[in-house]
């Protein structure tokens, strides 16, 4: 069972930065792909950015140039730096998992196997 806990975020005017961060119980990033999910009230939740086994990334073109994903796999725990945020990055943010075997990134929320509880992150104008 893997566990996971996000922290980071917040209230940010446009233009702001904010870091979240999704802590693992285990060597679990070492091993498989971890994605950032975001859902706004009354959407879906859509992939944001995500990073396989290998570091290999991928961002969605609405974050592309200003959303960093990382991992730091000594510390069991995967980031999301945050710039150049607008009104529409609000939404809670969710740090997600894959299975075993699950090193390669997919988009879909239905092969992420693990989730934390979500941070909300708020932006204002």
């Known amino acids: 069972q893997v566990q996971l806990v996000e922290s980071g975020g917040g209230l940010v005017q446009a233009g702001g930065s904010l870091r979240l961060s999704c802590a693992a119980s285990?060597?679990?990033?070492?091993?498989?792909?971890a994605g950032w999910f975001r859902q706004a009230p009354g959407k879906e939740r859509d992939l944001v950015a995500a990073?396989?086994?290998?570091?290999?990334?991928y961002y969605a073109d609405s974050v592309k140039g200003r959303f960093t994903i990382s991992k730091d796999n000594a510390k069991n725990t995967v980031y999301l730096q945050m710039n150049s945020l607008k009104p529409e990055d609000t939404g809670v943010y969710y740090c997600?998992?894959?299975?075993?075997?699950?090193?390669?990134?997919?988009?879909?929320?239905?092969?992420?196997?693990?989730w934390g509880q979500g941070t909300q992150v708020t932006v204002s104008s």
């Open positions: 997600a998992v894959r299975g075993d075997g699950g090193y390669l990134i997919v988009s879909a929320a239905a092969q992420y196997e693990y």
């Open positions: 285990g060597r679990t990033f070492s091993s498989r792909a």
């Open positions: 990073i396989s086994r290998s570091g290999t990334t």
